[in-house]
């Protein structure tokens, strides 16, 4: 049971450019989400997904898109990466009811 | 919108201390409280909570108590040691479940043996 994995653990982008991060679960949570982790500024809530096909933007989407065709699965595309998208990125999930969600090792992105 | 303030850091305190860190939020209705630790190079993971007025949350000897007059949900531990040298973040989230947390900017704690 590996719970919330996330890859790459790092990343450096120049401007411009287009990746995806990648996300899984293996709880069969139905609920999963992005966050942003800035400094001073906490965890914002970037999309989120309350099951396959479902998703919704969260405080800060723009500049990123999201899908969710499998359960297991929530990548987060930044289609044309910008300075200000430097930041730790952390994927969670949590099963319907449940109070606790659970986070990935996250992913610190540099963009140049 | 729904907000959490968390008091500002970083705390440096010494082993066996007594721990405060203050939390207050705004929210609409009736939300779940919780605190989450990082520590160091890992993701965030869930200390305690508590999901109605009054409630206590306790784990691994810290505690906090959901005080729906003062809108505050402070964290305190009585002894402090060094593997609780982390960051700590406070959140609201709806009445049922943990899904679209509000986070606040967390606070950084160092403890010196």
């Known amino acids: 049971n590996a719970g919330v994995t996330q890859t790459p653990k790092f990343q450096v982008l120049k401007t411009g450019q287009s990746m995806t991060l990648q996300c899984a679960q293996d709880?069969?949570?139905?609920?999963m989400s992005w966050y942003r982790q800035d400094p001073g500024m906490g965890l914002r809530l970037i999309h989120y997904?309350?099951?396959?096909?479902?998703?919704d933007q969260g405080e800060v989407p723009n500049g990123y898109n999201v899908s969710r065709s499998t359960t297991e699965d929530f990548p987060l595309r930044l289609l044309s990466a910008a300075p200000s998208q430097t930041s730790v990125y952390f994927c969670?999930?949590?099963?319907?009811?449940?109070?606790?969600?659970?986070f990935g090792p996250g992913t610190r992105l540099t963009v140049t | 919108g729904d907000s959490v303030t968390q008091m500002e850091g970083p705390v440096t305190l010494s082993e066996e201390a007594f721990l405060t860190i203050n939390c207050t939020y705004t929210?609409?209705?009736?939300?779940?409280l919780f605190w989450y630790v990082q520590y160091p190079g890992e993701g965030l993971q869930l200390l305690l909570k508590a999901t109605k007025a009054d409630d206590k949350g306790s784990n691994k000897g810290f505690e906090a108590t959901y005080r729906k007059e003062t809108t505050s949900f402070h964290l305190e531990k009585g002894s402090v040691q060094v593997s609780d040298s982390a960051v700590y973040f406070c959140a609201l989230g709806p009445r049922q479940g943990a899904q679209k947390l509000v986070f606040g900017q967390g606070t950084r704690l160092t403890i010196n043996p």
């Open positions: 709880m069969n949570h139905e609920y």
């Open positions: 969670a999930s949590n099963g319907d009811g449940s109070y606790e969600q659970y």
């Open positions: 997904s309350v099951g396959a096909g479902i998703t």
């Open positions: 929210a609409t209705g009736y939300p779940s």
